[in-house]
């Protein structure tokens, strides 16, 4: 995982130490790469009727620096801080009258949720985005919702996706 360490704080007129500038030099490449991520949907996930969420399989990636991971379809956050998150579904619509949704889940609990999709449109989709506190560890996983009769999802990097980047510590 990727790791910060705060630079130390000095009084001024002190005297740094070579370490103490490499130390600042660290800190200024790390936050030109702070931690991002796209994970997709690279097989379709099948969503249960009813309004039940279901969690969408996340098995491919577009990009992925700097600590992110996959466990179980989840994200694994590299660092405790501030994350921007976005995701997307597709519905491979079969004609339904109902409408479906895609939810942004954190450590196992709805944190956000798209707008409604009507799908008796052929590739209707929902789209959300949110910004969560996240300890070091914590899951953040792309689920989906919908009424109409069982459908799956469209697998594709541009269909079905979960993506975001640090944003700060805490």
């Given at each position: 995982?990727?790791?910060?360490?705060?630079p130390?704080?000095h009084?001024?007129?002190?005297?740094?130490a070579?370490?103490?500038?490499?130390?600042?030099?660290?800190?200024?490449?790390?936050?030109?790469?702070?931690?991002y991520?796209?994970?997709y949907?690279?097989?379709?996930?099948?969503?249960?009727?009813?309004?039940?969420?279901?969690?969408?399989?996340?098995?491919?990636?577009?990009?992925?620096?700097?600590?992110?991971?996959?466990?179980?379809?989840?994200?694994i956050?590299?660092?405790?801080?501030?994350?921007?998150?976005?995701?997307?579904?597709?519905?491979?619509?079969?004609?339904s009258?109902?409408?479906?949704?895609?939810?942004?889940?954190?450590?196992?609990?709805?944190?956000?949720?798209?707008?409604?999709?009507?799908?008796?449109?052929?590739?209707?989709?929902?789209?959300?985005?949110?910004?969560?506190?996240?300890?070091?560890g914590?899951?953040?996983?792309?689920?989906?919702?919908?009424?109409?009769?069982?459908?799956?999802?469209?697998?594709?990097?541009?269909?079905?996706?979960?993506?975001g980047?640090?944003?700060?510590?805490?």
């Open positions: 995982m990727a790791t910060y360490t705060p130390v704080i009084s001024t007129g002190e005297v740094l070579v370490t103490d500038w490499n130390g600042v030099a660290n800190d200024i490449v790390w936050l030109a790469q702070r931690p991520f796209n994970y949907n690279s097989l379709a996930t099948t969503i249960a009727a009813s309004f039940a969420a279901t969690q969408v399989t996340l098995g491919g990636t577009t990009a992925a620096g700097y600590g992110f991971s996959v466990s179980s379809n989840n994200v956050a590299p660092l405790t801080g501030t994350y921007s998150i976005s995701g997307g579904v597709q519905f491979i619509s079969s004609g009258t109902s409408f479906g949704f895609a939810l942004i889940y954190h450590n196992g609990t709805a944190v956000a949720q798209g707008a409604y999709s009507t799908l008796s449109v052929l590739g209707a989709d929902s789209t959300v985005s949110t910004v969560i506190s996240c300890a070091a914590d899951n953040i996983g792309l689920w989906a919702s919908q009424g109409g009769g069982t459908l799956p999802t469209q697998a594709g990097a541009a269909t079905t996706f979960l993506s980047f640090f944003l700060g510590s805490q």
